[in-house]
């Protein structure tokens, strides 16, 4: 099942709901309206009962009405979020238009939306509906956001035991200074590796703190490319992939060189990833009116359509860029850089036949 299916799902399914009223009428006019939407709906007259209810199943929400003799919704509320595992997912307040006071310390105290009376019940569905799916949405990409870092730690483990093994041979046998080279070669590349991986999350991390920033000054283009093509070159003829460069190195360009040689990495380390044995890698740097233009183009098996608007995205990846491991940060931290940089990047299907990944950013 493809992420954006399951995503659609999200709001097919019923929900388990809670409804809490001292007001008997109130009560079978919201339980018969969720009812026939397809939730799963438990009703309760007050607080203590209400509480029961939930010690019995937590509900993924509840409708809990602020004045209610006796134990009070705000207090019911408290209650809910002051357990262990804070309680029910979404917690939504019925109050009446005269009950400010009671709505502002419900939401202090964590409920998550309030509805007024007299409630419409075409209101009160698609709110429920609306609270549940965004609950569920948020769910299943913290979950994505766990498995994409456990997958990067693996990622980070196995190049790691690697030098262990390396400095090891280097440490007991007597190599050639040619074998000694090539060793020497697979550290720097894995270390290269290892880096861009940190590096990106780190990025990562800034985008999504909003606290992201480049410092732009006039650069030659050869600047970012020279040291990635200095990495890359024997990764490629590792893989048995051709990587070629065309354009002019003594461009200029106004960027942050180093960020900008992270989203660019990003980019070459992608098309080398998915581009099988005896293809080829294009690096190509132009002048695009008043836009310096950097596209990465190789002969893989492209993007497909359908995986073009999403592939951007944190954490997300095409079902080849799963198998193939990586956390899926990658092109969102090269949107982000170029993005910074008052830039873009887009992918289209390239004159090479696989993808054409191009990042401009104004020189
Ligand atoms: N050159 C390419 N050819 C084919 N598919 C690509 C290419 N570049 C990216 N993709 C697709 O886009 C997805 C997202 O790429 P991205 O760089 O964000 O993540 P990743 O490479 O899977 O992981 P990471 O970069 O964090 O190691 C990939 O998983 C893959 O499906
Ligand atoms: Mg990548």
Request: proline share 4%; with cysteine; net charge negative.
């Amino acid at each position: 099942m493809s992420e954006r299916s399951s995503a659609s799902g999200i709001g097919d399914g019923g929900g388990d709901v809670l409804i809490v009223d001292d007001f008997p009428d109130a009560l079978a006019l919201y339980e018969a309206v969720l009812t026939e939407d397809g939730h799963r709906v438990r009703t309760a007259q007050n607080g203590v009962e209400a509480l029961r209810h939930v010690d019995e199943r937590e509900p993924e929400l509840v409708l809990l009405d602020v004045s209610m003799p006796g134990l009070g919704g705000v207090e019911v509320l408290r209650r809910l979020r002051s357990r262990r595992d804070g309680g029910p997912s979404v917690i939504m307040l019925t109050a009446a238009r005269r009950e400010p006071h009671a709505i502002e310390a419900g939401l202090k105290e964590g409920a998550d939306a309030y509805l007024t009376k007299p409630i419409d019940s075409r209101e009160l569905l698609a709110r429920v509906r609306a609270a549940l799916e965004t609950f569920r949405l948020k769910r299943m990409l913290e979950a994505q956001r766990r498995d994409h870092i456990a997958m990067l730690v693996h990622d980070l483990r196995h190049p790691l035991s690697s030098l262990g093994l390396i400095a090891e041979v280097l440490d007991a046998e007597d190599l050639t200074p040619a074998e000694r080279r090539h060793v020497v070669g697979q550290i720097r590349s894995m270390c290269a590796e290892m880096a861009r991986l940190v590096d990106d999350v780190l990025v990562a991390s800034r985008l999504e703190a909003g606290v992201f920033s480049v410092e732009v000054r006039p650069i030659r283009v050869g600047a970012v490319i020279e040291p990635i093509l200095a990495v890359f070159t024997p990764v490629a003829a590792r893989r048995r992939v051709a990587l070629d460069f065309d354009g002019s190195l003594d461009l200029e360009v106004r960027a942050d060189a180093q960020k900008l040689r992270q989203a660019l990495d990003n980019l070459v380390a992608n098309a080398l990833k998915f581009t099988p044995r005896g293809g080829r890698v294009r690096l190509r740097v132009w002048r695009a009116g008043a836009d310096v233009a950097f596209e990465i183009a190789d002969t893989g098996p492209g993007i497909a359509p359908e995986e073009e608007s999403t592939i951007f995205d944190r954490y997300r990846q095409g079902a080849r860029g799963r198998a193939a491991g990586g956390a899926g940060l990658g092109l969102a931290i090269a949107r982000g850089i170029a993005e910074a940089h008052h830039g873009s990047v887009a992918v289209s299907t390239g004159d090479l036949g696989g993808a054409a990944f191009r990042l401009t950013v104004p020189s």
